[in-house]
């Protein structure tokens, strides 16, 4: 069967109608289709396809548009036309995409923009090296995100960036804020006079977030990768941050958060810190107070407290202390969560972020001991199979083996409301110890992800109490809103404490009753 | 100051490379940026990333800067038209040139015999296809590959001894450069058709068109071709698949001049119909613009633009400045694109043709962005998708044109010499616009599309450019 349509002087261009034909030839049923301008050449080849019959092809001129249908039935015929009707009247949607500039080398975006002065780097391990040392030698400051870095190429990276007076923060740096700038995942805070550099990431957040909420503001906070301070690397990284705080005229107090540093490498910042004229506060988590004795160095125990002196050697004194609940308060939940408790003994801690998990670890440690975790300081206490929690444990679900293909907890916190569910299940647990981290390059709402996992977990804790503590590390200025969040942890009866370090000694007086 | 407190009083301007999100974050903050859609290096072949390490010299990059300018410094004119035997050295009715690198008779495709197997006839060697195949199989006939005989030609391009050719030279160095003429649509010597009709026409090309030619472009002097190919960019054209406007401006340039020298008016306006009824009959003229501009970027020691991009229909040939006339060849690709009536992907040959000169000093595909009219053979429906391909272009090459810029891009030049350690370092190779050909001899084109140079003949010739660096 065979139809054809005539529109008289109708001018398509070729491209356009052999794309229609195209469109016919697809359709089931088809046999052969034809829309074409009615060239001399162009009948002729309908013809000779038997799609135009020799009466029609008498009448028509260069100037129509001739279409040609060869189908196996009317109803496939009238398909093919309502197709070509929607063909014409399609109207092309065009997306501008013109607001995004994107190259696909290095090089090519250096030309493209003049001045580049700073590099995020997130790309796989094996690549990352590479990539980076191009940045570097054009002249970049780099974040390097990517972790599986080797040692050998890290020292490499490292003391070009030295020897050029770049920062090359990282490996494995999640956390930067730059001129104000919230860089890969950082908070946004107030401007200030308070310094930072920081050997981990949310330990950085974390302390630029207590900072803001004690009134103070931050001038630089840089990072420098979690190996800086081993003695492979010797603090390399550390020792230029310090330099550059040092000499920022916006600067005026000093801060440094970290896990302890190797010992030759301590010596080195402790002698760096004695030139520096201006306050320096460290937290080395975990580490010996007696490290920093008698020295210029005022040591800290946590990351609030940190902020605490910081803020207070920044502003003069301390116009708040942070504390939410009085002395009082604090026993009378302590009371009542323990009274609500059906003989469940364990405290779970579920952490997206690494060095709250660390310092929640650390922080129950002291005060009841014995936590497992997949981060255990002491062997005796790791954790053999990481998804069976044994007694305390506390966990740190951005570590390599739950981020192994799957993205890290603080952007897709899927995995983590799972182990909510799984931990609220188990009879024995009695805390689970959660963070929520805000900011830029955080799940959008991390608190409704948390909230959401603890109401279907309460579905199946059949009758039982389970204590739900959380603290959130953000700002009211960052994309999630702080109070939006802690809301709506709250309506989800998550008992919710301004900082990790309060968080976790709540937990504790919690369990020294069990 | 040091550097780092330099950047503590900078605004930051950042490069993302690997996540999107971050580059967002830093956009969201109202911070400059451009993210870098990274991708493996040589597709993580780690050999390569190393070889293209040791390949990052300032020395090739002032080789390659050398090439650009000597690209851009060319002065294209179209002087004259030559018959092949005038100024093809060794020329002899025995001897075809044809398109892409050289290729013996049994590796050859349909279409190229099918065109060799009509020019033999053109040339009166034979009467019939079979007298000429046998012509083919005793060994007389001589195959040379174009680009060796300082010509090119489109598809099947066949280049024989009595054919007329436009003679364009490169007043800037010298060199002059051949090819010979577009005979219009549908059945045609250069997609393999060899009928009746096919030779008569050629004929007429040799007896009346090319003198005509030539005695028009004695009285109008040398025209100049960039400000052709420049207007024409302007006017739609990218001129490989699209060639309507720089066909016009040609005509509207030579007619005056053709109607001086022709007498018969009877045969004027058969030459009139000819050169205005084929939108295409710039391409050949364009074509050898381009071998005029690139055969002076050849033997520049150290330098890795690409200077000649062919296909036979077989394999796709390049040839790189520093290794002067050395092929570097992989197996052709298969064009995608829209097919005329009648015609599926199932009977269309795989690429062929010398017409890849136009994108080897930066038109046809590298300024599609230019001609958003031909996107739509590739089965896209944008004007972005268009530009998209020319700002692709950008990162295989050594710079922009400064003559031919692309309106529709914001007057940005075209992507100009190619490096070939771009092309492997990010596995972009160059977009070509192609016309098909019927895989069998003897039936012509049957559709038109884009199709891609295959990556493995740049890795062919960077590892031997690397050889030959090392020493």
Redesign the interface.
Known sequence: MIHNIIKHNAYF?S??L??F??KLGGISGVQ???V?MGTD?NIE??K??G?LTEELASKVSANDLVI?IKAVSQEVIDLAIKTLDEQFENK??????SS???????????K????????????PGR??A??TMK?LKN???VLL??DNITIDEENELKDYAVE????MMGPDCGTAI??G????FANVVRKGNIGLVAASGTGLQELTVIIDKLGGGI??ALGTGGRDLKKDIGGKMML??L??LA??P?TQVIGIVSKPPAKEVMVKILDKVKTIAKPVVACFLGGDPSLVEGTDTIATETIEEAAKQLVKLSKGELTTDLQLYSEEELNGLVESEVSKLQGQKYLRGLYTGGTLAYEGMLILDAKVGDIYSNIAMNKEFGLKDVEVSLENTVLDMGDDYFTDGMPHPM?EPKLRSERIKKEASDPETAVILLDCVLG??SHEDPAGAVSAAVQQAKELQSNRHVTYIASVCGTEKD?QVLSDQVEKLKNAGIIVLPTNAQAAQLAARILERL | MSKVNELFNQSLKVTNVGLETFYQTVVEQNVSAVHVEWRPVAGGNARLAALLAKLNTIEIEEANKKAFDTMNNAEPVLTDIKFAYEVIEGMDKYTIGHAGPPLAWDDMCGPLQGAILGAIMYEGLSNSLEESEELVKSGKIKFRNNHSMGAVGPMTGMVTYSMPLWEVTNTSYGNKAYCAFNEGLGKVMRFGANGHEVIERLKWLETSLGPAMKKALAVSGPISLKVIVAKALAMGDEMHQRNTGASSLFVREIMKYLVQVVEDKAELLKITEFVTGNDQFFLNIAMATGKAICDPVKNIPNSTVVTTLSRNGTNFGIKISALGDQWFEAPVNQPKGLYFPGYSEEDANPDIGDSAIVETFGIGGFAMGSAPAVVRFVGASSVDEAIAYSKEMQDICVGLSPHFVIPTMNFVGTATAIDVRKVVETGSTPVINTGMAHKKPGIGQVGAGIVRAPLDCFIKSLEAFGDKYSQ
């Open positions: 261009d491209v356009t052999m794309l034909s195209s052969e289709a034809a074409m050449h080849l309908m000779s396809s799609i040609g092309n949607k065009s997306s501008d995409d995004k500039i994107k190259v696909k080398t290095i090089d090519a975006a250096v493209k923009m003049d001045g580049l002065n700073f590099a995020i780097v997130s790309l690549f990352a590479a990539e940045c002249g970049m400051h995100f990517s050029n007076n770049l920062l730059i001129n700038v919230a860089l890969g001038s630089q230029l941050a330099d550059a000499n920022d916006e952007i830029y390059g994309p």
